[in-house]
């Protein structure tokens, strides 16, 4: 996938997001990413074509698609800042 597939990919994802924390729903218990214990939890439903478009790069990768889908975001923040 290119630059702007992966643009189009993080916007997408990116504009149909809704925050949801392990407050809001105790089912989704997880080990927290941040020291605080209090990390966000970004639920997302994708289409079978942007799944697949995430999931063949991640495939390629060796990565998983969250962890695919965190570098992403976190290159496209850190591009956007």
């Known amino acids: 996938m290119d630059v702007c ?5 993080v916007a997408h994802l990116l504009g149909h997001a809704r925050g949801l924390t392990t407050k809001q ?3 989704l218990q997880r ?6 214990g209090e990390s966000p939890l970004l639920g997302v439903r994708l ?3 942007l799944d697949d478009a ?3 790069p991640a ?4 990565a998983s698609r969250l962890e ?5 975001l976190d290159d496209a923040a850190n591009q956007a800042s």
């Open 31 to 36: 080990p927290p990413l941040s020291a605080s």
């Open 25 to 27: 729903n105790p089912n």
């Open 54 to 56: 995430v999931r063949r």
């Open 68 to 72: 695919w889908v965190r570098r992403v």
């Open 5 to 9: 597939g992966t643009a189009r990919v």
């Open 59 to 62: 495939t390629r990768s060796g």
């Open 47 to 49: 289409s079978h074509e």
